[in-house]
């Protein structure tokens, strides 16, 4: 994906499920959120651990965040081996795009999204490229 689509689709992205959104401030997936937030983005928690995460309900899956959300993006925080259901769960919500956060590869995933029509970046911080695109 070139960076002007990548601009493109994060300028029409209003909200943005991040699975594995962690309340820890130490943790990545709570500054990137917290970032986003900042930036502008209405952001989903996914993380069935919690009830809520810098002021956002919590939800227990994808499916559930969707069914009180538009999802306009995925943002998976979640170690490799896990993400390749959450990929499933995330192209029956058909989002605008799928991110897979630093360290976090599945190419079958990637595949399998790619089949379905949805863009998809892994093993990248959605929060580095905002910065970097200049959104």
Not at 24 to 34: D, F, I, M, N
Request: with cysteine; proline share 8%.
């Amino acid at each position: 994906m070139t960076p002007e689509a990548l601009r493109a689709l994060l300028r029409e992205t209003k909200t943005i499920a991040i699975v594995g959104l962690s309340p820890k401030p130490w943790r990545a997936s709570h500054q990137v959120a917290r970032y986003l937030q900042q930036a502008g983005y209405k952001i989903v928690p996914v993380n069935p651990e919690h009830d809520a995460v810098l002021g956002e309900p919590s939800h227990p899956s994808l499916a559930a965040a969707a069914a009180t959300h538009p999802i306009d993006l995925v943002d998976v925080f979640r170690r490799s081996e896990f993400a390749g259901p959450i990929v499933d769960d995330a192209i029956a919500l058909k989002p605008r795009l799928i991110w897979l956060q630093v360290g976090v590869v599945d190419e079958a995933a990637a595949t399998r999204a790619s089949a379905a029509g949805i863009p998809f970046v892994m093993d990248r911080c959605l929060m580095v490229d905002h910065q970097l695109l200049e959104v």
